[in-house]
């Protein structure tokens, strides 16, 4: 079906060919229709420079009034090959005669009349060109629309004018064509360019190592080392500078350039009757007196000092000019997320030991770029890598329902809403690697922007959080740091530390829960459809960032894309390393290269490791390590994926505190502690470890001379006392004779008489010689003393 609107053209209006191959390129406008004859006038726009011939200069010039077949046009409006377009004009041909006097102000010369010693120079080519050409215009008013001269007739008519005023044809006719090219806009007619350089705005510098300028007397007698500075942009920068600086009232320009030499071209100072006086360079290595005055009152940004004295990152934070905002563009929530890492200003104290201080926490946030709803968090101890920031992304994205519980908060998990955002904005730090942008793009197809240096504004989001979370948070807490150094002779923030990571946690997910559902916004970033509706509705306007969340949720107004939350756990939980045991998982600490340091704090086991074969290949072919992903501040469980899918595997420790608030930092911790007591407490357990081995040496050898002695009084007769008749029988009379010292350590030795059995007595009886040589029977207690007694002799030198 054919749009016969666009079938149908009108004078004025501008066709173009949209492909390479049509009969019309480049943008026409039409002129004139005549109907009867079949007959539609065009002109060529220029647009841009023509460069038939690189030796000769870019031609602006419009290519003159065709002839076209009516119906052949129509046929290609048809049949698309030919369009209706628009062109941008220049800027200044929108501007009027007093702007242009503005622009380019009267020169008041006395060879022009009276009348145009009042007008632009840009006003006077103006009218030149039309005075050249008001001749050959059918109606001087326009008012009737679009009528170029006859062609027939038009050649000579343009060089009989061109004789008449005393101009090349090639004037009359550009001047002709560029008025009826540009829809008869008088303006037109204006130079190219509103300056007299070729390049606007840019200053003329040196090429080539030739000076510009006159030579001074040196130079011009062939010294060409005294011919002067080559002025650079920086030089005449510093000029600009000089001179907003020096030049006052009350200063002449001489001691005005005095002091800009002693400034920016001396090199240290010399102590001259107890003053210090600058060194100047010599005269021929800095600007003279006279490239001052001319370059200094050229300078037009009055804030070019101000900003090279405080530097490019204070300017570009504090005062360059904003242009527009970081909204722009984004017309939906989920469209784009804002993420970027801060400290969190507050030092925290060990989950294990409140006495002993961790430092500064940094955080991690995930917010809303249109609407700065807070969506996801991570609270990390060390500098935040592309795990951290994965992490960050992956809760903004699944729901909070087990985290809120995890830290033991009755909060309702609908007002931690849950987003996986369609782009991302990032500075260059946690995302910008290989590992962040194959998951977040090439595997989770989403985007990621990241925001060039010195450019926070872009990220305005994420910046503004911070210092508002800083204000109303973190700032108000035991330990903080308040975003400085201590002054002088106020106490560390260190040591005021009490919060442990855990407790800052619950109550930051407090402080975002009052952001998200209870701070009331400004009416004017409430959206006014979801005003009115209200209004209209006659209920009350929610002006808190949740209420308009679910507002934009039920219109349509939410952008995010449903991904499966498994799948997003699959590629965004950090990856750690485990061993198999067979009692079970034991992670290792990251980042340690090939070096394998277990973390005993928490072991992972159930009985899909024991069915699927996993335990039985780590003991029979040696497979003791695999990979499994956490999220590192939950040791309740761990994640392993196979081709049977997603696995929990819980954390079977009986340490519950450690589960619930602890964190694989804080088992690295305890492994650190480890290796600090192990080092701490080395000559105490090296002591011990000696006085055990003593232990059993000494009573090694009074045993062996106990058993030699027993062997002398029994002569070369061994009785075979390993049969286990023998062996219970002395089991027996070992357990009567223990009992008997024990009634004899109670009651005295006077009051009970042991009565020997006849076993006992034969099977131990020892000759009178010998029992005289053994120490006499005593109780236990005398029996160690002597011991330890004839011990310590013995050790003594």
């Known amino acids: 079906m054919i749009d016969m609107k666009n079938c149908i053209i009108e004078p004025g209006e501008i066709l173009i060919g949209p492909d390479a191959d049509s009969q019309i390129q480049g943008p026409y406008r039409v002129l004139s229709i005549k109907e009867r004859v079949n007959q539609v006038v065009m002109i060529p726009i220029p647009l841009g420079p023509r460069r038939k011939n690189p030796k000769r200069q870019a031609s602006y010039y419009a290519l003159g009034f065709k002839s076209f077949d009516l119906k052949n046009i129509l046929f290609l409006l048809e049949t698309k090959k030919l369009k209706k377009t628009t062109i941008e004009l220049p800027g200044h041909w929108c501007l009027s005669d007093a702007d242009l006097r503005k622009l380019s102000p009267p020169t008041n010369s006395p060879s022009l009349s009276p009348e145009d010693r009042i007008k632009s120079p840009l006003e006077l080519k103006r009218n030149f060109k039309f005075e050249l050409i008001k001749p050959l215009l059918p109606n001087e008013s326009l008012s009737s629309g679009f009528h170029p001269p006859n062609f027939i007739h038009l050649d000579s008519l343009v060089r009989a004018r061109a004789r008449e005023a005393n ?45 510009l300028g006159r030579k001074n007397a040196a130079a011009k007698a062939g010294n060409q080392e005294l011919k002067g500075i080559i002025l650079t942009a920086n030089d005449i920068q510093n000029i600009e500078d000089g001179y907003l600086m020096f030049v006052k009232p009350g200063t002449s320009i001489k001691q005005a350039f005095l002091s800009f030499s002693s400034t920016f071209y001396c090199e240290r100072h010399t102590l001259k009757h107890g003053y210090l006086t600058p060194n100047l360079l010599e005269a021929h290595l800095r600007p003279t007196e006279i490239e001052f005055k001319h370059h200094g009152p050229l300078g037009k940004n009055s804030s070019a000092a101000a900003r090279r004295l405080m530097g490019e990152g204070e300017w570009a934070k504090n005062y360059r000019p904003l242009i527009g905002t970081a909204r722009d563009g984004i017309s939906a929530i989920g469209q784009v997320g804002s993420l970027d890492a801060s400290p969190v200003d507050v030092n925290l104290v060990s989950c294990l030991d409140p006495l002993q201080p961790i430092g500064v926490g940094r955080g991690l946030f995930v917010r809303d770029a249109w609407l700065g709803i807070y969506f996801g968090w991570q609270i990390g101890l060390d500098n935040l890598r592309t795990d951290d920031a994965k992490l960050a992304i992956l809760r903004a994205a699944t729901e909070k329902t087990e985290i809120l519980s995890r830290y033991n908060l009755d909060l309702p998990a609908e007002d931690f809403p849950s987003l996986f955002f369609t782009k991302y904005l990032s500075d260059n730090g946690e995302l910008r690697s290989c590992n962040g942008i194959e998951s977040i793009v090439d595997q989770l ?15 305005s989001s994420s910046e503004s959080g911070h210092h508002s979370r800083h204000r109303s948070f973190d700032h108000h807490l035991p330990g903080t740091t308040k975003g400085r150094q201590s002054k002088r002779g106020e106490p560390l923030a260190i040591t005021k530390a009490l919060l442990s990571r855990y407790e800052y946690i619950r109550l930051l997910l407090l402080w975002i829960h009052w952001s998200n559902t209870k701070q009331e916004l400004p009416l004017h970033m409430i959206p006014s459809e979801m005003r009115r509706e209200y209004a209209i509705n006659k209920k009350p306007l929610p002006m808190t960032r949740i209420g308009i969340y679910r507002w934009a949720k039920i219109n349509g107004y939410v952008a995010g894309k449903p991904v499966d939350p498994n799948y997003l756990r699959a590629h965004l939980l950090p990856r750690f390393t485990a061993s198999v045991q067979r009692n079970g998982l034991i992670l290792h600490r990251p980042n340690t290269g090939n070096v394998v340091e277990l973390l005993h704090g928490a072991r992972f086991n159930n009985e899909y490791l024991a069915t699927s074969g996993i335990i039985r290949d780590a003991i029979s072919r040696g497979k003791k390590h695999i990979e499994v992903s956490a999220d590192p501040d939950d040791l309740s469980h761990i994640f392993f994926a196979d081709s049977s899918g997603i696995h929990i595997i819980p954390n079977i420790k009986d340490d519950a505190l450690l589960i619930l608030e602890g964190s694989i930092p804080d088992l690295c911790a305890i492994n650190n502690a480890d290796k600090i007591n192990h080092v701490e407490h080395a000559s105490s357990k090296d002591q011990d470890n000696v006085d055990q081995q003593a232990y059993r040496k000494e009573a090694e050898v009074d045993a062996k001379n106990r058993k030699i002695a027993a062997e002398k009084i029994q002569g070369k007769q061994k009785m075979q006392r390993t049969k286990v008749t023998n062996v219970k029988t002395a089991r027996a009379a070992e357990k009567r004779s223990a009992l008997d010292e024990e009634i004899l350590r109670l009651l005295g030795d006077g009051k009970f008489n042991k009565k020997e059995s006849p076993q006992e007595t034969s099977l131990f009886q020892l000759d009178s010689t010998a029992s005289e040589t053994l120490p006499k029977k005593r109780n236990l207690a005398d029996l160690m003393k002597s011991r330890l007694t004839s011990f310590n002799n013995e050790r003594k030198f």
Not at 185 to 201: D, E, F, H, M, Y
Not at 445 to 456: D, Q, Y
């Open 445 to 459: 197809t989403s985007r990621i922007e990241f925001i060039e240096s010195g450019r926070a504004d872009r990220n």
């Open 167 to 211: 101009v090349s044809p090639g004037q009359v006719f550009d001047a002709l064509h560029r008025y009826y090219a540009f829809g008869c806009i008088r303006n037109s007619l204006l130079p190219n360019t509103t300056v007299k350089s070729g390049a606007p705005g840019v200053r003329r510098l040196a090429k080539n190592g030739i000076k």
